[in-house]
């Protein structure tokens, strides 16, 4: 992946943090859950995006757009406890809609990690002041407002997926600026109205892909997988905090290698409506958080009320009902075989 940001200036309080053990980790845990393991045609394509590089990214905007030290590390250590797979183990742990479980670790880790806190003491901030990114609107807001976090993985996403091309990504960064909201809140919004609207349709197209039907079923069957191996004691929870090709490793060296060489083989679902029928196996019907971004411009407008192919386009997202079942398509095989 050409990185969209890369000629962003870094402090060299980040370069810094940037070399600690527990961003080190998050070099190897992609942003695509395991998906860019499969054979399904939107994810054969698409380059390396890691948990580093999105957290770089937003750390540059959080940096950029407030000059906040405490924002910039709050940004680049957002992810820092993402496991391998990262929401396929919210998944796993029944956390479909929020997805928020693997955040759970984040401010054990920065207060582990020998350099984080060298960094830390360096700058007069404390682990608390960093591991909270929630506490800096323009790093972290609510959905469907605009924050780095959610413009960052926007932007890498619609390069990665083929949708924008990197300079129209950093066309829409060159347009982001900080202001302030119809609540008085800090937000992200984009200085011209065209722009904001061009940007809200490609982060729908984002959006559409990260609740498609591959997307879900493919996440669910590692999730089953995942769960399966700690169940039988082949991962440990801790082997989840270490990096994708380390727990790969672990399954392809143990009894469950075929159902993981099953996994990275699935490239088309069977999709329908009607409800199986007593017998007919392998069907799933999964419920996901939806992902979109409503954008305020400089004028004070929001993209969708001042848009209407953007006001139709995420009704109709907003109506699905996702109540579709899903399977891959080789049980066909499996059940004409049995």
């Known amino acids: 992946m050409v990185l969209w940001w890369e000629n962003k200036p870094v402090p060299d309080f980040v370069r810094k943090a940037c070399l600690s053990p527990a961003m080190a980790r998050i070099r190897g845990v992609d942003m695509n859950c ?22 770089l990214g937003v750390c540059c905007i959080a940096w950029s757009l407030t000059g906040d030290p405490a924002a910039a590390l709050a940004g680049l250590f957002h992810d820092i406890a993402a496991p391998a797979f990262s929401h396929v183990v919210d998944f796993a742990k029944g956390d479909y809609q929020r997805q928020e479980v693997t955040e759970e670790r984040t401010a054990v880790i920065i207060e582990k990690d020998p350099v984080i806190q060298e960094v830390l003491r360096e700058l007069g901030l404390t682990t608390d002041r960093v591991a909270h990114d929630a506490a800096y609107p323009i790093v972290n807001s609510a959905s469907p407002k605009l924050c780095a976090d959610r413009l960052e993985y926007s932007l890498g996403n619609m390069v990665n997926y083929g949708f924008a091309g990197t300079e129209e990504a950093r066309g829409y960064l060159r347009n982001a600026a900080a202001g302030t909201n119809e609540a008085g809140e800090e937000e992200i919004l984009f200085r011209d109205r065209a722009a904001a609207a061009a940007f809200a349709k490609r ?40 990096t994708e090709k380390e727990v790969i490793g672990k399954l392809l060296a143990s009894p469950l ?6 996994f990275t083989e699935m490239k088309e679902l069977e999709i329908r409506r009607d409800p199986p029928k007593d017998g007919e196996r392998g069907w799933r019907c999964l419920h996901v958080k939806k992902r979109w971004i409503n954008p305020l411009t400089a004028g004070g407008d929001r993209v969708y009320d001042c848009d ?12 699905d009902d996702q109540n579709t079942y899903l399977r891959d398509v080789r049980w066909r095989e499996r059940s004409s075989n049995e």
């Open 257 to 262: 290698s075929g159902e993981w060489e099953q």
């Open 203 to 242: 982060a729908l197209q984002c959006g559409k892909v990260y609740s498609s039907e591959n997307d879900r079923y493919g996440m669910e069957i590692l999730a089953e997988l995942l769960k399966k191996a700690l169940q039988e004691g082949i991962l440990a929870e801790e082997d989840l905090y270490t």
């Open 308 to 319: 209407p192919a953007f006001h139709r386009a995420l009704d109709v997202f907003l109506e």
């Open 34 to 55: 395991g998906m860019n393991c499969t054979q399904f045609p939107l994810f054969q394509n698409i380059g390396l995006y890691s948990r580093y590089e999105h957290s």
